[in-house]
């Protein structure tokens, strides 16, 4: 198997794709109602990569290096047949591990088939257990026992281990910490918390509402004596902290207080079929062209390797640079610069 690299030496390994850019909430820090609404304008089907040409380009990536394909969204569970694009996937010569994130609303219904398919693990995003603050996140008329159900569904097909994703934002959930880590505490779930990330637009993201992830571990720490854990391997977003008294462990994703640009390995496919290699992109390459215009397997490597080469992706460091924020985390001679350029892709539309 061959490998890429890019400006910086970091390898592919990680390719996220984004199954629809649609979804059936509206959290303001992906999906805001007042961008998303009634009359936005989403993707045709015709328009979005069919389960074939996404395993044909998975398949291409693979002999790439890429190893793990996660799926997301928009909710990647409200396109249909799912279970048939994971055993696509399952079939293909370098795949070690296919993950997919979700909101969990539709996830006991399809947890069984996308088990059966090859599908390895979930993760569900959940901000809070308070059911009204719930759907004020949400900013939709939805069940929180819809999700804990849609969890539990999860354990029990066996896609573990189930990751549960917390966005803390400062003066919206951040009281609700304590209480989530409580709930997983001794369950087999890993609960995790994110730093609000200026992805995108439209989700009126403001430094004032990070809470950085070492105040949320110091928090918990407080409360549950917490001891730092190894990666399991290079290239992990979380920062992983297992309890002292062994009730489990928590992961903590810093990319705003404590940038990881130097490690990641992560390209991102949208549902129309433009690679991106940075959360914080700009633009994509697009490759649903040369998979519909008849272009070799040869000619797709052959132009992700030259993408993918050519990448010098680091925004998070770069901002923090220019702000005097994570310092450590970057070489020191890192040019100060302006990262508030053109228009960023919208999370909702490459997965996060």
Known sequence: MGGARDTLGRPLRDLRISLTDRCNMRCGYCMPREVFGRDFQFLPRSELLSFEEITRFVGVAARLGVAKVRLTGGEPLLRRGVPELVAM??????????ALTTNGLLLE??????????LDRVTVSL?????????????????????????????????????????????VNDRCVLDMAEHFRGRPEILRFIEFMDVGESNGWRREEVVPAREIVASISERWPLRP?????????????????????????SSVSEPFCHGCTRARLSAEGKLYTCLFATTGSDMRALLRDGAGDEQLEARLAA????????YSELRAAAEGHGAGTRPTHAPRVATKRKPRVEMSYIGG
């Open 229 to 253: 854990l190894s990666p399991h391997r290079g290239g992990e977003v979380a920062s992983r902290w297992a309890y002292e008294d062994g009730q489990g462990e928590i992961g903590v994703i």
């Open 127 to 171: 901000d809070t257990l308070e059911e009204d603050l719930f759907r004020t996140i949400a900013d939709t008329a939805v069940s929180l026992e819809r999700v804990l159900g849609g969890i539990d569904a999860a354990l029990q097909a066996g896609l573990e281990p189930v990751k549960v994703n917390m966005v803390v934002r400062r003066g």
């Open 89 to 98: 996937l399952r079939a293909l010569e370098g795949i070690e591990d296919i």
């Open 109 to 118: 219904r399809h947890a069984e088939a996308l088990k059966r398919a090859g």
């Open 307 to 314: 993408i993918w080469g050519g990448r010098s992706d680091r």
